[in-house]
């Protein structure tokens, strides 16, 4: 088998004098017969990474290469971990472990750095997108590719099963859920609430939330509320689940989980009131900051928590806000709701999400898959308003990852052009560049607008002029593949 090692290329010749004799060394070492290819941008236009990544791959391939790793070139393997061998199954991102975050993941879907692909896995995913330009989300778009096509490491936490749930459409549903005296006196105590959660956004209300849009806002759509400084669960215009509480100096106590929408969800929000901590679970895993997925959970706070009065809690609304504000209204799909008057531990969750819990904590189970059979839901003095009951297929997906090897790679030294902090706010390095590249991942690549087999090797002679193929360095494998980009 031999490997193609594809490098995006342009006024990089430090980094390009270290990368090529230490890949080649390496490689040669553990016997792995490679070619070296270096997509080199020979214009004045913006770079286009993605592009060249294609170029080199056409050349690896047209070379008789077996498999390719698209690979940048200021990144460098460190030791036995760095795996080259053929991605059999699916493509596996081996850059794991990098120097530049402390030898951890940058973010949980990271796919940068060194991926490995077979032909058959390239033809079918249609390498990159051609039309990344500067810097940015190039990376992103490969690994929704690999996505769509199932080749990321996806499991289902439970059997599928069709059940009958409640469905809020984001204008005006609502159900009441009249407390009793155990939930009324909850809140400023241990409690624990799970909720099985299929959100959607709302575009018609507000865009996505995007770092690179400076007119962006932001919305937090209410799932379950107790209104009066909201205690509750809601999903936001960030794709992220959220809980929040107040304390009784009026202090905001919050935490947040990414998530794309359309996702069936378990949702837990537990609180330790003897040490003061809130806990946030995403099916059953806590939110860890380490990932860039969320706050890192728990959190601690200070005060004792806000007491609640008799008012109703709320499904799929809170009357907070101001008729018109985004913020009043949830849409999407809700099965269970479920709560305890008790701080469970991750194990007692993980083993309450798929059947009822008998325990003297358990305070309320919202089961709308019992509205039709035998109105049970009654029971807990519920009132629904233009809240549809329908049947839905719930699987729950575990987050969906790229198949990785645990590789460490070291990071050459270069300058940061990602995300940066400027007075606190979250900014692109690279400024509107990047912010058009997220508007067209983000709102059209991962919203299905883009025809991705149209758009990538698929079409990648109508992109480039070539100039030349050129030796480098006296290594007689290594290669620049020097084009113009149309």
Request: glycine share 6%; proline share 3%; charged share 25%.
């Amino acid at each position: 088998m031999k490997l193609g090692v594809c490098v995006p290329y342009r006024n990089r010749e430090e980094h390009m004098n270290k990368f090529v004799p230490h890949i080649h060394k390496f490689l040669n070492d553990r016997g792995i017969e490679h070619a070296i290819y270096l997509g080199h941008q020979c214009d004045d236009k913006l770079f286009n990474r993605g592009l060249m990544k294609n170029v080199a791959a056409k050349a690896a391939f047209d070379d008789g290469c077996d498999y390719i790793v698209w690979h940048d070139i200021d990144m460098v393997p460190e030791d036995d971990s760095c795996d080259y061998s053929f991605p059999t199954d699916a493509p596996q991102h081996i850059a794991v472990r990098i120097s530049q975050s402390d030898y951890m993941l940058k973010y949980e879907e990271y796919f940068g750095g060194a991926v490995l692909f077979s032909r058959e896995q390239v033809e079918k995913t249609n390498g990159y997108s051609n039309d990344y330009w500067d810097w940015g989300m190039e990376d992103d778009d490969l690994f929704w590719r690999c996505q769509l096509e199932g080749y990321t490491d996806k499991k289902y936490i439970d059997e599928p099963k069709i059940e009958n749930v409640a469905k809020y459409n984001g204008i005006d549903s609502v159900t009441q859920l009249l407390p009793s005296s155990q939930l009324r006196g909850c809140l400023n105590e241990n409690h624990t609430i799970s909720i099985l959660v299929k959100a959607e956004q709302q575009i018609e209300k507000a865009p996505i939330y995007l770092i690179g849009d400076n007119e962006r806002i932001f919305v937090e759509y209410p799932i379950f509320r107790k209104p009066g400084f909201d205690w509750g669960i809601s999903f936001n215009n960030s794709r992220a689940y959220t809980s929040m509480m107040w304390d009784s100096k009026k202090n905001h106590i919050y935490q947040w989980m990414k998530r794309y929408e359309g996702e069936w969800t378990w949702v837990t929000m537990s609180v330790d009131v003897k040490n003061k901590k809130m806990h946030l679970y995403l099916n059953g895993n806590e939110s860890d900051a380490r990932n860039g997925t969320g706050t890192q959970s728990p959190i601690d706070y200070e005060n004792d928590l806000k007491r609640y009065g008799a008012e109703p809690f709320y499904i799929g609304h809170t009357p907070s806000w101001e008729n018109g504000n985004p913020n009043k209204w949830f849409k999407g799909f809700v099965s269970k709701i479920k709560m305890w008057n008790k701080c469970l531990t991750q194990e007692e969750i993980i083993d309450s999400l798929n059947k009822d819990s008998n325990n003297k904590h358990f305070i309320l189970n919202l089961n709308f898959n019992k509205v039709i059979k035998d109105n049970s839901y009654l029971m807990h003095k519920t009132f629904s308003k233009n809240v549809e009951f329908v049947e839905q297929e719930i699987k729950i997906p575990s987050t969906s990852l790229p198949h990785r090897r645990d590789g460490k790679f070291l990071c050459l030294p270069h300058q940061t052009e990602g995300l940066i902090s400027v007075g606190g706010i979250d900014k692109w390095a690279k400024g509107e560049t990047t912010a058009a590249n997220e508007r067209r991942y983000i709102l059209q690549m991962q919203q299905g607008e883009i025809n991705y087999k149209n758009d990538g090797m698929s079409n990648l002679k109508e992109k480039y002029q070539y100039l030349n193929k050129e030796n480098i360095l006296g290594i007689d494998n290594a290669f620049l593949i020097n084009v113009k980009c149309k």
